[in-house]
């Protein structure tokens, strides 16, 4: 089982100057197209770049120069690829079959296609797990299932290697889902947020729950739940960290939840949260993006903020040093506003181009 230790820290092959050029030429020849980024810890060919170097600043997705990407999301050591065409691409480690292609390879330094029964409109990955949303609102996961994370039921098995579709939300049209390290979370087209998997720190958002001895209640759910204390709030966006999951509502405000929230937005407002916790020094948002130790936040303009652990850069500022307060990331975003973001425990993606009245899903 992959543990959750400190991958290599190690900049392997990586030149800033032969960086500087190659996104110099890749503009002056893409001029105003929109295009996919990656950077950070380059392990198991994470980043789809045909090699296990890390990326200290934002390198565009040559893979997909052919077709244009509609998502990008980013899991523990794999990232999945959404095309406009809806078809779903998945790159890095395999050991769970969080790939989604069979158990039979280990990783995959370049995006290899996943087979969907259907046309997919939104792709997420949480540590060793992966889902699609197909146009029709149906959800399908697949990876590792040891918490319930995959909302299978407690008889499914504890590694699914292929999409298999959640029976338990017939009826319900789900628009989008994020993924965390052992949990999952789920919003339908009404704004009603469903979340299962492992419910330690809160992450959930179903609070705690006692026997009439006191103890403590199994906080996993094997099958997705409704979060009541979201009820009457229209939800649009959802995010799942390592322990702790955050979602926007349609006006802007970002509700979080999860017993060490506070660390990882560094806002100090919603400690030991176990229920939905109002941010309100966050406003205005589009979209938050929770990573295993980092956050991004995507604003209503365009402008992309990062903060928390940053292992490998995967805060896209340039350096390595530990950033406790917002800060925006440029590199190629400087001039062009950012349409889609995605954390993964150590690796950032986005989305960013001039043509962005195109409807996106990440």
């Known amino acids: 089982m992959l543990t959750r ?40 060919g994470r980043l789809g770049l045909g090699n296990l170097d890390s990326q200290w600043s934002p390198v565009p997705c040559s893979s997909f120069d052919r077709e244009m990407l509609k998502g990008i999301a980013c899991g523990g050591a794999h990232t999945l690829f959404l095309t406009e065409s809806g078809r779903v691409y998945a790159t890095g480690l395999n050991n769970f079959g969080q790939l989604g292609i069979s158990d039979e390879k280990r990783f995959s330094t370049e995006p290899v296609e996943v087979r969907i029964p259907k046309e997919a409109m939104h792709i997420s990955a949480g540590y060793n797990h992966s889902c699609v949303v197909t146009a029709d609102g149906e959800l399908y996961m697949w990876g590792v299932n040891s918490n319930g994370q995959l909302g299978l039921g407690k008889k499914s098995a504890k590694a699914v290697h292929l999409p298999t579709k959640v029976d338990s939300l017939d009826g319900i049209v789900i628009k989008r889902a994020a993924l965390g390290s052992d949990h999952s979370i789920a919003v339908a087209d009404g704004g009603e947020v469903f979340s299962w998997g492992d419910g330690r720190s809160g992450r959930l958002g179903h609070g705690h729950e006692s026997t009439f001895l006191g103890f403590l209640k199994s906080t996993s759910e094997h099958t997705p739940r409704l979060i009541k204390e979201l009820e009457g709030i229209k939800v649009k966006h959802v995010a799942a960290g390592m322990l702790h ?6 006006n802007g405000a970002v509700y979080i939840f999860g017993e060490r929230a506070t660390n990882r937005v560094s806002f100090g407002e919603a400690n030991k949260a176990t229920t939905p916790s109002l941010i309100s020094t966050l406003l205005d948002c589009e979209e938050v993006a929770c990573g295993g130790y980092h956050t991004c936040v995507l604003t209503k303009g365009g402008d992309l903020y990062s903060w928390g652990s940053n292992e490998n850069g995967c805060l896209g500022n340039g350096s390595t040093s530990v950033s406790h307060l917002p800060e925006r990331v440029e ?7 950012v349409s889609k973001v995605s954390c993964g425990w150590k690796h950032t993606a986005a989305i960013s181009g001039k043509n962005s009245q195109m409807k996106l899903e990440i």
Not at 11 to 34: L, P, Q
Not at 245 to 250: G, I, K, M, R
Request: aromatic share 16%; charged share 25%.
């Open 5 to 44: 230790r400190p991958l290599t820290k190690s900049i392997i092959g990586f030149n800033s100057e032969t960086w500087k050029r190659k996104i110099t030429r890749w503009f002056a020849s893409d001029s105003g197209k929109r295009f996919g980024a990656v950077w950070g810890n380059g392990d198991f």
């Open 331 to 337: 590199g190629p975003f400087s001039k062009s506003p």
């Open 245 to 250: 999951s955050a979602c926007v509502d349609e």
